[in-house]
């Protein structure tokens, strides 16, 4: 299916993996939810799976969680793609797993001071691979609370409450105030290009922004309209 897509794409197909982490999604699904350690060596393994079918000649592997014997896969993608995206920052296998791997570098929203540090790992684990950090590409996850008025930052603060504290009853300046610490952008357009700003400067490429309300596209055009041109050249 991936080479399938990146072919009816023209190349603008990304193979997205990780190791996974939302168990309750898993049970909803009838999926199983290994250990960690066993996820990590699944996702090592599908990564040399892939990898040995998207090759021309036919596919023999022999590992502990999957096994082909002389495997072709058609049709194939052309030959480099698709690129390989690794989500996740875990400082010990994750970004290992980029820096032997991966062609871009994922991550759920990290303050830019958290991200630093976290690029200092990477950086350290293609040191001990014999790889370029500057080859891999960087992107990440994030939520926001954007948007053209106070109600609507404050609205999208109390949407994003669950994932920044258990305690009620926090004021707004308290929720933005936990929010920018996590890494999310807040405020005006002009205070969310400059959270934008400094992760440019770390080397973050793309940044997907989440979209928190669905019964209107007030916040994406205001992104489109006042935030994308801010960053433009960031």
Known sequence: MAAQL???????FTMGVGAGWN???HAAYGLPFPPTKERFERVEEAI????ALWRAEPATFE????????AEMLP????????LLIGGAGERRTLRLVARYADE???????PEKYAAKVGVLERHCEAEGRDPATIRRSMMMFGAVGPTDERVAR???????????????????LGERARARG???GSAEQAAETLGRLAELGVAEVQMQHLFFDDDEVPIYLAEEVAPLVANA
């Open 6 to 12: 990146d072919l009816l794409s023209a190349g603008r």
């Open 23 to 25: 168990e309750p999604e």
């Open 48 to 51: 040399q799976v892939m990898r």
């Open 63 to 70: 590992g502990r969680h999957y096994r082909l014997r002389d």
């Open 76 to 83: 194939r993608p052309r030959e480099g793609r698709p690129p």
């Open 105 to 111: 570098w994922n991550c759920l929203m990290l303050s």
């Open 156 to 174: 999208s603060l109390q949407e994003l409450a669950p994932m920044l504290t258990r305690r009620e009853g926090l004021t707004t300046a308290e």
């Open 184 to 186: 999310a952008a807040v």
